[in-house]
């Protein structure tokens, strides 16, 4: 359909009317350039959003015990109750799509200082987690390891520092592995030290302030029993965990005889809800402007085929003169279209390559400002767009030299030749 | 080389309008032929027929031996490629190319290749006189320069006929008696032409006059173009 040696015929009867193949084309051009752009920004902000949220597994979901609200089975309500370790064992049993799942306990000291090592002393949060804790807040393990098994099981004295934790209580360029330090007086020995993926979404408090200890060791040298206030859970990405959160809760309200209609003795807090409305809104954000890009080349492309009607109206002498000489329908049609296609695509082109190149220089600005969590991240428009969208350029070329093409063959020689 | 048998054509406007009324024609191989006639007898439609530019509605015309009836467009347009070649009285050159690109034009359809065809044009504008006008465009041309990068463009594919409607039309006298001399001298390499005039001192430097009244042939005459003195006005 397209023949190179051609393309010097076109390229001849697009240049031989510059201004108006320019305003022809710009419809187009504008179309993609508002597209990229558009496109660019509503993935920066995404971008933005997905960083500020890195290190979060989306289908996670905490859950935390409060009094009840109804009585049952001749309790009263009002009751405070807890959960054991051995719930924890039963909902994984029940419920094979979870990944990860680990109690947290909390110690909020009465003590000023809480932590201290070498008389140096600040208060900071305590946890006790289990090593699968990783696996639900992913944080990045600086120094050492995270807690294992073997802590659990026997209990072990030792704790990991956030960063922040680190940084103030250690000399710069001091190793912590090793080092006793002492949490609420007693004594622990440093394993690790790990800061969070991110530092605006924490459950709990942010990873960097917090030491953490071994979940057993906690409730054991804090008298805490086998009490679990809260845990945490990760379930495969295919099972959504609104999809059993309730058979959960009333799983646990069974097991501590709680009426299965209680709605606050035990809560959730489902993260890919939160992520779902994030996704839902972008997905809408991203349709809205791919229907104001493709609505701004469809104008732009069916500009192009007005313009090549007319065109092709004004050529009627010129048509009819290549008929006698010899050309076939096939050569006229290939030629409007390659008109049509060439016009289209160079603005396209043009279009796609400035608007990516201002979200180049953009990106360069925004990535240059020292704030690390800003809003707006790497915007550009992904690859996969950006051939979506030269396809969408060919195809919409070729669309709009079909009315045109299919009026200059009805152009017959005679047409040419007749006088006046 | 042309054989018409009882063609008519009728055009249909607003009313109908019969205006070739069964005509019969033989034009051999290197014949040179005028068709002459008052205007609107019917000149133009006969010659687009014979350049299957149009179509008629009954008879046979054999062209080369092949019969011309509900060719298809793509075999009308190879045909007019390879055994016609067509001058105008507009001329009707492409204004945005250049003398040497309308030349070559015909030989892009038949796929020559760019180098090809250019190298040919030029040798035809050559042979017209016109090879320091090849980069020139239409506008920038006299009327019979003009004339003769057309009929360059009508020899470049080598047809067998070259048809001619009023082919100095435009031209001045002193013009119109080169471009004769040009086509008699095409002829004279043996190419078949028909040439549509009204103009008598056109007429008379071709073998055979045909005169046209009506829709039909009233007489055909012949005659010796050798006789009349070349330096005679035409018009
Ligand atoms: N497309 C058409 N539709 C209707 N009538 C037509 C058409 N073309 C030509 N005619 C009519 O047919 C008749 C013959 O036209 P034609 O052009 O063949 O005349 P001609 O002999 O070439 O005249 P001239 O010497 O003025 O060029 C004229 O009366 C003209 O009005
Ligand atoms: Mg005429």
């Known amino acids: 359909m397209f023949d190179f040696d051609g393309l010097n015929e076109i390229w001849q009867t697009i240049t031989r009317n510059k201004t108006r193949s320019f305003l022809t084309a710009f419809g187009v051009f504008w179309g993609i350039f508002l597209l990229v752009i558009l496109s660019s920004t509503g993935n920066g902000f995404e971008n933005g959003l997905m960083k500020q949220v890195e290190g979060v597994t989306p289908n996670t979901a905490f859950f935390y015990t409060s009094t009840t609200s109804e009585p049952y089975k001749g309790y009263q309500k009002g009751r405070s109750w807890t959960m054991q370790m051995s ?203 791919w229907i104001v890009g493709l609505g701004t080349l ?99 070329g070729l669309l709009a030299g079909v009315l045109p093409a299919w009026r200059a063959i009805q152009i017959k020689a005679i047409d040419a030749i007749r006088e006046e | 080389m042309i054989r018409l048998e009882n063609i008519n054509k009728t055009y249909f406007g607003a009313q109908p309008l019969h205006v070739l009324k069964g005509i019969n024609l033989h034009v051999e191989e290197g014949e040179m032929v005028s068709i002459m006639g008052a205007s609107g007898s019917g000149k133009s439609t006969l010659l687009n027929i014979l350049g299957i530019l149009d179509n008629y509605d009954t008879g046979d015309y054999y062209l080369n031996g092949k019969l011309v009836k509900d060719l298809s467009e793509n075999e009308a347009a190879d045909m007019r490629n390879r055994t016609i070649g067509f001058i105008f009285q507009s001329f009707n050159l492409i204004p945005f190319k250049t003398a040497m690109e309308n030349v070559a034009l015909p030989l892009y359809y038949q796929n020559v290749s760019r180098k090809k065809r250019n190298n040919l044009a030029l040798e035809y504008l050559e042979r017209f006189g016109l090879r320091e006008w090849a980069d020139h465009y239409p506008n920038e041309l006299s009327g019979g320069q003009k004339q003769r990068v057309s009929m360059a463009r009508a020899l470049v594919t080598q047809p067998k006929i070259i048809l001619a409607d009023e082919p100095t039309g435009a031209l001045d006298s002193k013009t119109s008696a080169e471009v004769m001399q040009i086509l008699r001298e095409v002829n004279q390499s043996g190419i078949t032409m028909v040439i549509v005039t009204h103009e008598k001192g056109i007429a008379l430097r071709t073998n055979k006059i045909i005169h046209l009244k009506d829709g039909v042939i009233e007489n055909i005459e012949i005659n010796n173009p050798d006789l009349i003195d070349f330096n005679t006005e035409i018009k």
Not at chain 1, 104 to 123: A, C, D
Not at chain 1, 151 to 158: F, Y
Not at chain 1, 320 to 349: D, F, H, W, Y
């Open chain 1, 87 to 289: 719930d924890l064992e039963a909902i994984r049993e029940a419920f094979p799509c979870i990944q990860a799942i680990s109690p947290e306990s909390s110690l909020w000291s009465s003590e000023e200082k809480n932590v201290v090592y070498n008389s140096r002393g600040e208060s900071f949060s305590v946890k006790g987690v289990m090593p699968e804790y990783n696996d639900i807040q992913k944080s990045k393990i600086l120094k050492g390891r995270f807690i294992n098994d073997t802590d659990i099981a026997s209990c072990r004295k030792v704790c990991l520092l956030g960063k922040k934790v680190y940084e103030t209580m250690f000399e710069k360029g001091e190793d912590p592995l090793g080092k006793m330090v002492r949490v609420n007086g007693i004594y622990f020995q440093v394993v690790g030290v790990v800061r969070s993926y991110t530092e605006n979404v924490n459950i709990n408090g942010t990873i960097d302030e917090s030491v953490l200890l071994p979940f057993t060791t906690m409730q054991q040298v804090y008298g805490m029993g086998d009490k679990i206030y809260f845990f945490a859970l990760v379930a495969d990405d295919d099972t959504p965990i609104s999809s059993f959160e309730d058979d959960l809760k009333l799983l646990i309200k069974e097991r501590h005889d709680i009426a299965p209609t209680d709605e606050t003795a035990i809560e959730s807090f489902n993260l890919s809800e939160i992520f779902g409305a994030f996704k839902g809104m972008f997905l809408g954000i991203h349709i809205l402007i």
């Open chain 1, 298 to 396: 469809m104008s732009g492309i069916i500009g192009v085929s007005n313009i090549m009607l007319v065109t092709v109206k004004e050529r009627t002498r010129e048509i009819g003169v290549r008929r006698a000489l010899g050309a076939k329908p096939k050569n006229i049609i290939s030629q409007v279209l390659s008109e049509s296609l060439l016009l289209t695509v160079l603005a396209g082109l043009v279009g796609m390559c400035i608007g990516v190149g201002i979200m180049a220089i953009v990106a360069m600005i925004t990535s240059s400002m020292p704030s690390s969590d800003t809003m707006f991240q790497d915007p550009n428009m992904g690859f996969g767009a950006a051939v979506t969208a030269t396809v969408i350029i060919i195809v919409s």
